[in-house]
C-alpha cells in the first residue's frame, strides 16, 4: 500500500499490517528528505519491504535517496529508452554510473560501517520505472530491455490522462494497454506491478499476472473510514464541503 501521509507513526501502523510493502510516496505527498528518513527508521523493524518513490527521475534526488537507505526506488514518468538508462546510471557509483560518492556521510553504509559497501552497493539496489504513459506503453519493451532495470510499474490514472482519457482507468483502451505491458514484462522475465484500489481491478490484473499491485493508500484509508463515520453521526446539511487550504 501507499504511504502519502508524511508521519512515519502513520508508516509504522501500515509496515505492521501484514502487507508484502509499503511505497512512501515523494511525488503527490509532503514528503521531504526528513520524513523519508524518520519513515524508513518507522518501518525498519517490520517484515515489510520499504520502497521509495522520488518526485522526479532526477539524478540528485536520486542520490540523496540512496545515502538515505532506500534501496528499493519506484521512478516517475519514464517514458523512453533514454529516460529509464538515466535512472540505472543515478544509482551506480562510476565507472557504471554517476553516483556521487559520499557513503562516510550516509546511512545507507552506516557511516562506513559497512565493509565493501561502495564496491557492492548496486547489489543492494532495486530500481522500478513507472510504465504511465502513451509513449511509455510504445516502448515498453525497450524499456525492458535496458541492463539494470530491475521491474515495471504501471499507472493506469496517468495512462489514461495521457490517452485523453482523464479519470477513466476502467477503459477498455487503458485496461488493453496495462495487459500489454503486462505481456511484455512476462515475455522480459522481469516483474511488473499495477496500482489498482478497485479491488475487482486488481484481481483482475492479478488473473493476468502481475507480480504486486499497490491496493489502498493510508490518506485515502483515512478519508473515507472518517467520511463513514460522518455519515453515520452527523446528520446531513446539504450545504457541501468547506472550503479547502
Given at each position: 500500500?501507499?504511504?502519502c501521509?508524511?508521519?512515519?507513526?502513520?508508516?509504522e501502523?501500515?509496515?505492521?499490517?501484514?502487507?508484502?510493502?509499503?511505497?512512501?510516496?515523494?511525488?503527490?505527498?509532503?514528503?521531504?528528505?526528513?520524513?523519508?528518513?524518520?519513515?524508513?527508521?518507522?518501518?525498519?523493524?517490520?517484515?515489510?519491504?520499504?520502497?521509495?518513490?522520488?518526485?522526479?527521475?532526477?539524478?540528485?534526488?536520486?542520490?540523496?535517496?540512496?545515502?538515505?537507505?532506500?534501496?528499493?526506488?519506484?521512478?516517475?514518468?519514464?517514458?523512453?529508452?533514454?529516460?529509464?538508462?538515466?535512472?540505472?546510471?543515478?544509482?551506480?557509483?562510476?565507472?557504471?554510473?554517476?553516483?556521487?560518492?559520499?557513503?562516510?556521510?550516509?546511512?545507507?553504509?552506516?557511516?562506513?560501517?559497512?565493509?565493501?559497501?561502495?564496491?557492492?552497493?548496486?547489489?543492494?539496489?532495486?530500481?522500478?520505472?513507472?510504465?504511465?504513459?502513451?509513449?511509455?506503453?510504445?516502448?515498453?519493451?525497450?524499456?525492458?530491455?535496458?541492463?539494470?532495470?530491475?521491474?515495471?510499474f504501471?499507472?493506469?490514472?496517468?495512462?489514461?490522462?495521457?490517452?485523453?482519457?482523464?479519470?477513466?482507468?476502467?477503459?477498455?483502451?487503458?485496461?488493453?494497454?496495462?495487459?500489454?505491458c503486462?505481456?511484455?514484462?512476462k515475455?522480459?522475465?522481469?516483474?511488473?506491478?499495477?496500482?489498482?484500489?478497485?479491488?475487482?481491478?486488481?484481481?483482475?490484473?492479478?488473473?493476468?499476472?502481475?507480480?504486486?499491485?499497490?491496493?489502498?493508500?493510508?490518506?485515502?484509508?483515512?478519508?473515507?473510514?472518517?467520511?463513514?463515520?460522518?455519515?453515520?453521526?452527523?446528520?446531513?446539511?446539504?450545504?457541501?464541503?468547506?472550503?479547502?487550504?
Amino acid at each position: 500500500m501507499w504511504v502519502c501521509s508524511g508521519s512515519a507513526l502513520m508508516a509504522e501502523i501500515c509496515a505492521g499490517a501484514g502487507l508484502d510493502a509499503v511505497l512512501i510516496d515523494g511525488e503527490h505527498s509532503p514528503n521531504g528528505l526528513e520524513g523519508i528518513l524518520a519513515q524508513l527508521q518507522a518501518v525498519r523493524s517490520y517484515p515489510v519491504t520499504a520502497v521509495v518513490r522520488p518526485p522526479a527521475n532526477d539524478t540528485v534526488l536520486i542520490k540523496q535517496y540512496l545515502d538515505l537507505g532506500v534501496q528499493s526506488l519506484l521512478i516517475p514518468m519514464v517514458h523512453t529508452v533514454a529516460e529509464a538508462e538515466a535512472a540505472v546510471s543515478a544509482v551506480h557509483y562510476p565507472p557504471r554510473g554517476v553516483r556521487g560518492v559520499g557513503s562516510a556521510l550516509a546511512r545507507s553504509s552506516r557511516w562506513n560501517r559497512i565493509p565493501g559497501y561502495v564496491a557492492g552497493a548496486s547489489e543492494t539496489i532495486t530500481v522500478m520505472v513507472q510504465i504511465e504513459s502513451a509513449q511509455a506503453v510504445e516502448n515498453v519493451e525497450e524499456i525492458l530491455a535496458v541492463d539494470g532495470i530491475d521491474a515495471i510499474f504501471l499507472g493506469p490514472a496517468d495512462l489514461a490522462a495521457s490517452k485523453g482519457l482523464l479519470g477513466q482507468q476502467e477503459h477498455p483502451d487503458i485496461v488493453a494497454a496495462v495487459e500489454h505491458c503486462i505481456a511484455a514484462a512476462k515475455a522480459a522475465g522481469k516483474p511488473v506491478g499495477v496500482n489498482a484500489f478497485a479491488e475487482a481491478t486488481a484481481r483482475h490484473y492479478m488473473e493476468a499476472g502481475v507480480d504486486f499491485v499497490l491496493v489502498g493508500a493510508d490518506v485515502a484509508l483515512l478519508a473515507r473510514g472518517s467520511e463513514g463515520l460522518a455519515a453515520r453521526y452527523v446528520p446531513a446539511t446539504g450545504t457541501g464541503p468547506m472550503a479547502s487550504y
